[in-house]
């Protein structure tokens, strides 16, 4: 499967379509690592992708309640510019089932991604 709902695999192109946060192209040539986090839903599309990350229920910058969040793909290219490409368009929290099918799938991606860009 190369068509997911937050990226497509154009392998004949060399190249991913980001669907979900980042839209557009970017080259396997110019990925250097990828990262799947999860970014806090306030600051979603709100400066660089994935400045406040949650981690294990809370962000570095509250403690108060467990809140909700996108579990997304953090692409650093070669020339240090990020991407972001959010594994689904819902927020979630952590352990909910929908957080276990985000982290499943974007594993997958990640993967996938990792696979194309070591060849």
Do not use: W
């Amino acid at each position: 499967m190369n068509k997911f709902k937050c990226m497509e695999f154009d392998d004949d192109n060399k190249r991913i379509n980001i669907l979900i946060g980042d839209k557009g192209f970017v080259d396997y040539k110019d990925i250097a690592k990828v990262s799947l986090l999860n970014e806090d839903a306030k600051y979603k599309g709100k400066g660089q992708p994935f400045v406040h990350q949650v981690l294990g229920g809370t962000t570095f910058y509250t403690i108060f309640g467990e809140p909700s969040f996108y579990v997304g793909l953090k692409i650093v290219l070669k020339d240090n510019t990020i991407k972001a490409a959010y594994i689904s368009d819902r927020t979630t929290r952590i352990n909910t089932d929908i957080y276990k099918e985000d982290v499943k799938e974007g594993n997958l991606i990640k993967n996938k991604i990792e696979k194309r860009i070591s060849q």
